[in-house]
């Protein structure tokens, strides 16, 4: 029932031997750690019907599925959230003691991405990807987001330092340094973890979001304001922005269902969302791929119809 991820014949989205060129729209991928194993489905799906958008970023985990998606590689968009999980050096509490965060970001972004090594990536297909693109982060010292596009990449070193900088977690992972500035998790920024202000910057008003909550999901205000506020006090900003950031994505959540009803906007909502973005059970993780397989499997004949309007 639910694609192979190696073998696009089986996706039931079915393929297309000609490309979908929709110049016009920004595709923007949410975060949400191992939520995306949900998304993943998506990525295949573009990857499979040829989409060639005029621009596609993401924030946090969202920038594994912006790579995968330049780089057209369906069966690594699965790995990334589900088979990976299943290696020693991936993370966990283990890796959280020795200072390496519970995502292990050296081997993540760094070492796993080498030639022959489990999550090998080709950045030979990365440049020579056509549609624009951005990765958003927050830099520590001022709370302001930095963005970074295809000018900005000239090496794996660079791209690995940006995808790792824009999914730094607060907390559960080492802060990343990129270019001598602190960066954390761009989720924290202004639309509380949607790159559609990047997209808008760029010039693109039609958006096909892939999002990793339930459209009636909204967050709950932080508790705690004194201890966030203590714990990052060389860092006030930072505090600041994990404070702000239900209220940011709230607003952002009501902005796009708006858009999505003027007609500017194509949005997936998962139906339900079967783990949390720590999720280290493959199995769940698995289950939370072919899950999003067969959404997206339904949602698609609607999908096209928007992307090529």
Known sequence: MTSSAEDPSTAPWGTSDSPLDCPDVAVVFEGGGMRNSYTVG??????????????????????????????????????????????????????????????????????????GEIAEMDFDAFMKSSPQFAFGALRADTGDMTWWRRDDV???????????????????????????????????????GFAYDAAIEDGFSKFLFILTRPQSFRREPM?????????????????EAILQRA?????????????????RAMVFYPDQMPVHNKERNVEKLQKSYEMGVDQVAREWPRWEEFLRS
């Open 223 to 239: 508790s705690q304001a004194r201890l966030i506020r203590n714990y990052f006090r060389k860092q006030p900003a930072v505090a």
């Open 154 to 192: 000239q090496t794996m070193k660079q791209l690995s330092a940006y995808t790792r900088a824009s999914s730094t977690i607060p907390f559960f992972m080492p802060v990343a340094h990129v270019d001598g500035h602190d960066y954390y998790d761009g989720a924290m920024g202004p639309t509380g």
């Open 42 to 115: 998506a990525v295949q799906a573009l990857i499979d019907h040829k989409v060639n958008p005029g621009w596609v970023g993401g924030i946090s985990a969202g920038t594994t599925h912006v790579v995968n998606f330049l780089i057209k590689n369906r069966w690594r968009a699965k790995a990334s959230f589900v088979d990976f999980v299943e290696d020693p050096r991936f993370g966990g509490w283990k890796t959280f003691a020795k200072g390496k965060g519970y995502f292990n970001t050296d081997f993540i972004y760094t070492e796993s991405v080498m030639p």
């Open 247 to 263: 209220d940011r994505y709230n607003r952002s959540k009501e902005k796009i269902a708006q858009w999505e009803k003027e007609g």
